[in-house]
C-alpha cells in the first residue's frame, strides 16, 4: 500500500479563486509527479520535482505552479481558477526515476471543479 | 507521433469469464511499457512492468504479454472478480529529449457483472 496522500479528494470552487492541492508522501522519495487527467482520458504530467527546490515543467501546459521546499511535500496552486481547469488531478512518487524498473505510486486524486 | 492506443474502449464480461485487453504503441525508443488498474475516484496502481526483452510478466490472476517487434501487448484477466470492473491504463516509456517520458493510454473501462 503506497503512503502518499492528497487533500481534499473533492473541491467545488467559483471562478477567480486561489487553490492549493496537497499532496505528501511519507516514503521519502525523492521524485514526485503531478498529473491531470480528464474523464475517460489519458493522463498528462503537468509538472515534476527530483528534490527539494527542483521544479520541472511537464509535457502538458498548465496554469499551475509548484514548489518543493520539503522532501515530503509538493504542492500545486493555482491563483485564478477558471472552468478550464475543472479536472482530476493526481500526484505520485518514486524512489528513482521512471527508466529504471520501480514503481511510481499514485495517490488517491483530487477532482476539482471550478463553477 | 509517440502514441499508445488501447482497445477496447469498454467491456462488459460475466464474474468467472476470462477477457484480454489490447495496447499497440508506436512509441520509440522504447524503454518499458506498463498496465496500472485505476479503479473509479482512485490514482493507477501498477500490475506489471516489462522490459522490451520480456514476453510475458504474470501478477496472480493478471498476465501481460509484449511482442515488441509488432509493437503490441496485451492483459489477459482469468476468472475474473466483481473486483476487477476498474479501468486498465496500459503506459509507454520512452527516451526522449534526454530524459524518460510517460506515454498513457486512454485506458480500457472493464465492467465485471455478477
Known amino acids: 500500500e503506497a503512503d502518499i496522500y492528497q487533500t481534499p479528494r473533492y473541491l467545488v470552487i467559483g471562478t477567480g479563486k486561489k487553490i492549493t492541492l496537497e499532496c505528501s508522501q511519507t516514503m521519502g522519495h525523492d521524485k514526485m509527479y503531478w498529473y491531470q487527467q480528464d474523464p475517460g482520458m489519458e493522463l498528462h504530467l503537468i509538472h515534476y520535482s527530483y528534490g527539494v527546490n527542483s521544479t520541472e515543467k511537464g509535457d502538458l501546459s498548465s496554469e499551475s505552479t509548484v514548489s518543493r521546499i520539503r522532501t515530503e511535500h509538493f504542492p500545486l496552486t493555482l491563483e485564478s481558477a477558471r472552468p478550464s481547469h475543472t479536472s482530476q488531478y493526481l500526484c505520485a512518487s518514486s524512489e528513482y526515476p521512471v527508466d529504471a524498473l520501480y514503481e511510481q505510486y499514485f495517490g488517491p486524486g483530487t477532482r476539482l471543479t471550478v463553477t | 507521433k509517440n502514441q499508445v492506443e488501447q482497445s477496447p474502449q469498454s467491456l462488459i464480461i460475466l464474474e468467472g469469464k476470462n477477457c484480454t485487453l489490447q495496447?499497440?504503441?508506436?512509441?520509440?525508443?522504447?524503454?518499458?511499457l506498463r498496465w496500472y488498474k485505476q479503479d473509479t475516484g482512485r490514482g493507477p496502481v501498477s500490475l506489471t512492468i516489462?522490459?522490451?526483452?520480456?514476453n510475458t510478466k504474470s501478477n496472480g490472476r493478471y498476465t501481460a504479454t509484449l511482442d515488441a517487434d509488432t509493437k503490441q501487448s496485451s492483459l489477459h484477466i482469468t476468472a475474473s472478480q466483481l473486483s476487477d470492473s476498474a479501468s486498465y491504463i496500459c503506459v509507454v516509456i520512452l527516451w526522449m529529449d534526454s530524459s524518460y517520458k510517460l506515454i498513457f493510454g486512454s485506458g480500457t473501462r472493464l465492467l465485471v457483472r455478477p
Open positions: 495496447c499497440n504503441y508506436t512509441v520509440s525508443p522504447f524503454s518499458n
Open positions: 516489462m522490459t522490451f526483452s520480456e
